[in-house]
């Protein structure tokens, strides 16, 4: 049996706290939890009987044997907690994003360097099937050259009230970011575990409609070596979807939020240099090379975080790997820092970003937005 502690147990925490203490994740026991409001304190008290408190985590790392702890606090605490916990020889699991910037980043992989412990990023989205199968399609040839690709990422509604809920969010302080460093992170880590990185981007980040100071809508160009994937991101459309498009000289693969449609067909090139029909769409092209079109759905949504946490138990008990190490917690990072920074400047940015023009560009955000009312 593991023992585990929790540090923040606010609307993800307490996910986690419910899923170890009601005994979902088999061979974990909660035997310590963490937070700085003493309300939700009082509240875990009743909740999770026999379970050790703590206001301060340093206090909870003192007294507490633990085989791993679950960091699920505001974004902007991450990067401090992680490295006193690395410092401290626990095993580690980070709610996402590991932290909002690429330098926070660096200094956590630069701590953890040569260490031998267990440190993972809760990217949960990793273990829906539809994208393990995607990623596997694509490796595999399925669509053969990757010609563009496109995420239209609209669903994460939020109303003013979210962000009114919590003082950390909807800021460049707290958040570090909006739509794309709280909610989008998810999809861009999914984005680049398929894609990989694009060498360079270029954007326009705006907010709508809300009072706050981060982005809430985004259009990007994403540039690889021989394709472009663009990223389309709302948070006030009320209609929003979920939908990643792949699109190959053999075939295309289009996944929303149950479903993956995979469209497979002849190599463009050969069609292009038989086929009579100019328009690509004469009976003896349709029945000669179109072929396997096939529906996969299944149910994607649930369960994922505890997914996230097996995963991290796993590891620890050497029986597996995390989902997303905290080398990979860099990249979506990486991608969206670099969003922020061609929207900021007007012009395309290269990646990795520049850290010290990163440095810069968020330590301007958090002044400027000292002198905004909320
Ligand atoms: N993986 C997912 O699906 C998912 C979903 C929601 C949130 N999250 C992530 O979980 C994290 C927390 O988000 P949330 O929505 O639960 O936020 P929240 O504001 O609801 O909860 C954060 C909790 O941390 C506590 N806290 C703040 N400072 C602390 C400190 N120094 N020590 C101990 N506790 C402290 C707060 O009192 C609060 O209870 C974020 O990183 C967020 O992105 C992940």
């Known amino acids: ?41 009082t509240k875990c008290k009743r909740l999770f009987k026999k379970v050790n408190t703590y206001e301060k985590y340093e206090d909870m790392i003192a007294n507490e044997k633990l085989d791993g702890v679950i960091i699920a606090t505001p974004h902007y605490l991450h990067k401090d907690q992680a490295i006193y916990l690395i410092n401290h020889g626990v095993n580690t699991l980070i709610e996402k994003p590991l932290y909002p910037n690429v330098n926070g980043i660096d200094e956590i992989i630069k701590k953890a360097a040569n260490s031998k412990l267990v440190l993972g990023v809760s990217y949960n989205q990793r273990s829906n099937p539809l994208y393990k199968k995607a990623k596997e399609l694509i490796e595999k040839g399925a669509i053969g050259k990757i010609n563009y690709a496109n995420f239209t990422i609209t669903s994460w509604y939020r109303a003013q009230c979210y962000y009114n809920q919590g003082g950390w969010r909807g800021s460049w302080s707290g958040e570090g970011g909006g739509a794309l460093i709280n909610q989008c992170v998810h999809q861009i880590d999914i984005l680049q575990n398929i894609l990989g990185i694009p060498k360079s981007v270029l954007a326009t980040c705006k907010t709508v409609n809300r009072n706050i100071t981060v982005e809430n809508d985004v259009l990007a160009i994403l540039k690889y070596e021989d394709f472009n994937c663009t990223l389309l991101v709302s948070n006030h459309d009320l209609c929003g979807k979920t939908e990643f498009e792949i699109s190959g000289d053999k075939g295309r693969i289009t996944i929303d939020e149950t479903s993956m ?22 009976e003896v092209f349709k029945k000669k090379y179109s072929y396997g079109q096939t529906n996969i759905s299944f149910d994607a949504k649930y369960g994922q975080q505890l997914h996230s946490l097996e995963k991290f138990r796993d590891a620890i008990n050497k029986k597996g790997s995390v989902l997303a190490t905290i080398n990979e917690g860099l990249n979506a990072v990486e991608i969206i820092n670099g969003i922020y920074l061609s929207s900021d400047n007007n012009k395309e ?19 400027e937005e000292k002198n905004v009312r909320r």
């Open 261 to 282: 449609l995979i469209q497979t067909h002849i190599d463009e090139k050969i069609v292009n240099r038989e086929t009579t029909d100019g328009y690509g769409k004469c």
């Open 349 to 367: 940015i290269d990646l990795p970003v520049d850290r010290k023009e990163y440095k810069k560009f968020i330590n301007k955000k958090m002044e």
């Open 1 to 41: 049996m593991l023992n585990f502690g929790i540090i923040g147990v606010g609307r993800m925490g307490i996910i986690h706290a419910k899923n170890i203490y009601e005994g979902h994740l088999k061979d974990v026991h909660l035997q310590a939890i963490c937070d700085i409001d003493k309300k939700v304190l």
